[in-house]
């Protein structure tokens, strides 16, 4: 089964940015959407950060617009992440996530941690 893989995560200062970038193992077919949701502390769900569609529209959580960007490469099942002026309450764990016809995949997560 095919499994993904987050890098780029790490400790910034408020202002700074960082890049996630998300790439599989093994073969996704019938992709929908490709995207990131984060797991805020004490939060029990997943949110929404930014998805972008096979034929590429995005949608991004209103608290990020403008300052995140997600980009994707179909072909080869890789998604990034550019965070740019983060803030303190940008701190969660990313997920990675490729959702698709048949399953619904989730990374493992990585964690961002922004100092004030």
């Known amino acids: 089964q095919a499994q993904l893989m987050e890098s780029g995560g790490g400790l910034v200062q408020a202002g700074g940015s960082l890049k996630l970038s998300c790439g599989v193992s093994g073969r996704i077919a019938g992709i929908n959407e490709m995207g990131w949701y984060r797991q805020a502390p004490g939060r029990k769900q997943r949110d929404l950060v930014a998805v972008i569609g096979s034929g590429g529209s995005t949608n991004y959580a209103d608290s990020v617009k403008g300052r995140f960007t997600i980009a994707a490469d179909n072909a080869k099942i890789k998604v990034d992440l550019q965070m740019n002026s983060l803030k303190p309450e940008d701190t969660a764990v990313y997920y990675c996530?490729?959702?698709?016809?048949?399953?619904?995949?989730w990374g493992r997560g990585t964690q961002v941690t922004v100092s004030s």
């Open positions: 996530n490729v959702n698709s016809i048949l399953w619904n995949f």
